[in-house]
């Protein structure tokens, strides 16, 4: 069962641009954000999660992206079984970002 909720690229923007005090977390493969990428994103590998949860910070709100929201929703269900309950999927990723808010952004 999900207990994630999801986030849409518009939202995100807002938090961005309001500078709220919370976590983004890319979660694509480097050869991805050789491509595009939002700068504010804490680069961590999906694959590689487990190993660095010490930074991801359990009491602030965490927003996980990938490209369009897959593997993502992977993540933020681990992180929910590892205890983190402020958690939301980036829903359409990077792809929707590139899409709505971006329209220069290189896709893939």
Known sequence: MSIFK???VKTL???LD???DFMLIDVREDKELEVCKIDQALHIPMGIVSARLNEIDSNKPVVI???S???SAQVCQYLNENG???IYNL???ITSW???IDSDMATY
């Open 6 to 8: 999801e986030i849409d």
């Open 13 to 15: 923007k807002n938090k």
């Open 18 to 20: 309001d500078d709220d």
């Open 65 to 67: 992206m990938c490209k």
């Open 69 to 71: 929201g897959g593997r």
């Open 84 to 86: 983190y309950s402020n």
């Open 91 to 93: 829903n359409g990723g």
């Open 98 to 100: 590139a899409l709505e």
